[in-house]
């Protein structure tokens, strides 16, 4: 496959399904993952942070309880309705904004944080592109955190293992998702086939078919990327805030700080 002609898509939920978008990226694991983002802002002695792939804002609302002052940004804005939606009926007034994160430019923060394989969207050079945006919505000093597949783990049993059948209800909908993976190892493309099927009450279910990939790095390439865009890697953990295993760790958790200059 050409890299270069390799159109990544996207998720079904981001744009035509958001309010299914809760149901199948929020799980058991959810809080114990934004507990560790918390962790590494705090080490960080991080105040203000960007979250610039909010989503229905999961680490938005998750810091903003605990007293971090947080901006939500994404480029979904179906999915910023829901977070908006979300703020409103818990009567907090947090801000969310309908963002590219290559070029939405919203202030200077402690931190720019983009979580849960958000940056496997992007190629490899809008990736490129989004680092310097970063850097432009970071402090001198302040660090960007965020998580991707770890390329270099992911066997074929690990492929398998991601085989997916979930089912909820959704306002009375019934949606139920099959999902099952591959890889391109040569070119880093983790590509999922997702097939729904929604049943609303007296009437036929309707079925959408979806495949996205996900461009995932090892951690060298990922340091090499963040090394010539202004940053330096301060750490690189796995999803259980263990020090980071090439050939182990299914998730390469990074913090990296920008450079001044
Ligand atoms: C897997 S979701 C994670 C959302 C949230 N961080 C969470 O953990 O629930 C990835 C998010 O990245 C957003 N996204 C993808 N490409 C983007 C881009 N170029 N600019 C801004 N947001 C983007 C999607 O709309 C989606 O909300």
Avoid: W
């Avoid at 904004?97 to 050079?125: E, P, Q, S, W, Y």
């Avoid at 099952?180 to 086939?193: A, P, Q, T, V």
């Avoid at 279910?205 to 951690?219: C, M, V, W």
């Avoid at 259980?240 to 990074?254: E, H, Y």
Wanted: aromatic share 8%.
């Amino acid at each position: 496959m050409n890299n270069k002609e390799h159109k990544l898509g996207l998720p079904f939920e981001y744009q035509q399904m958001p309010e299914y978008f809760d149901a199948h990226n929020i799980s058991d694991q959810t809080a114990a993952k934004n507990a560790l983002i918390e962790r590494l802002l705090k080490s960080q002695n991080v105040k203000t942070v960007l979250d610039m792939t909010c989503g229905t804002g999961s680490q938005v609302f998750y810091l903003a309880a605990r007293g971090y002052e947080v901006i939500g940004s994404d480029f979904s804005p179906a999915l910023i309705e829901q977070a908006q939606s979300k703020a409103k009926k818990m009567n907090r007034d947090i801000t969310f904004i309908d963002g590219d994160m290559r070029n939405v430019k919203v202030g200077k923060f402690d931190a720019v944080i983009t979580i849960f394989n958000a940056i496997g969207h992007l190629t490899k050079a809008d990736f490129e592109t989004a680092l310097q945006n970063i850097r432009a919505n970071l402090q001198d000093g302040g660090v960007y955190i965020f998580d991707i597949f770890n390329l270099q783990a992911i066997t074929d049993d690990v492929i398998d293992d991601f085989k997916m059948d979930i089912q909820n209800v959704v306002r009375g909908v019934h949606i139920r998702n099959i999902q099952h993976s591959e890889i391109d190892r040569e070119n880093g493309f983790l590509i999922s086939h997702d097939h729904y099927t929604i049943s609303k009450e007296n009437s036929e279910p309707e079925i959408h078919k979806n495949s996205f990939s996900l461009q995932i790095y090892t951690a060298k390439e990922l340091q090499a990327m963040l090394g010539r865009n202004g940053f330096e890697v301060v750490g690189q953990y796995d999803m259980n805030g263990n020090d980071f295993v090439a050939d182990k760790s299914l998730n390469i958790l990074t913090v990296a700080k920008k450079k001044s200059g």
